[in-house]
């Protein structure tokens, strides 16, 4: 297959529209559509003060390296990198990488929770926003297992409080992230993050995935009904409180 835009030979299959593009233009587009995510659900401020969660798996470190392009010619803008220590390689990779972009790195004791520890940091530092690798597929699951277990009320509740959790990655699908991460050539280490890797979530995971290579788009549009959902949940717990 041939890429759409410049005929060279494809990487990567867009299966909503069918439509294939090599790396380098699938690489530019899936960082486009971060950054407009960014400016639509306006995640970054011109003076942010930013810490990336980075476990140095693939979603962690995409962020990363995106936040890096948009900050690093922002004199206001402050960016640096925490990985709570969990054992093996990769707060070693995270290091090196954050070395190489010129990036300040921090390696975390675990205090309690993985975020417990990046919030207290975060806190530390003065730092407004922490932001994490959590993606469609992660936003998708976390709300259906709200749903399936009978605690709708709790859609759309991340990221709520302080500091804020952005979520820069919450329009890319997991499978797009992976290409993503190959295509520049990032190094990762296998995702640690263990939430939702448990037999219902496993299950979930199946069912949407399916639902997803039968039905290309479908995650989207779950995502877009999890957000007007919880838009209808927060105007209605405003409109309790007045
Ligand atoms: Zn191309």
Known sequence: ??????????????????????????????????????????????????????????????????????????????????????????????????????????????????????DGYATKAGAGRVATGENLDHAIREAFADMASGNPERIGEAGRGAPEHIRILGESQDAEVGAYAKIVKLPTVAETDKKGDDAFGRAAKMLLDSLEERHPGSKYQMLRSTGAFAAILGGRRTADIN
């Open 1 to 118: 297959m041939k890429c759409l835009r410049c005929g060279r030979r494809a990487a990567y299959e867009l299966r909503y529209s069918g439509h294939w593009l090599c790396g380098r233009h699938f690489g530019e587009l899936f960082e486009r559509r971060v950054k407009k995510t960014i400016r639509q659900d306006r995640l970054l401020g011109k003076d942010d003060h930013v810490v990336a969660a980075v476990s140095g798996g693939k979603n962690s470190m995409a962020a990363l390296r995106i936040l890096f392009g948009i900050m690093h010619n922002n004199p206001r803008a402050k960016l640096e990198a925490v990985t709570v220590e969990e054992g093996g390689e990769a707060a070693e990779i995270v290091r090196a990488y954050c070395a190489s972009i010129g990036v300040p790195h921090h390696t975390l004791k675990r205090r309690g929770g993985v975020m417990g520890a990046v």
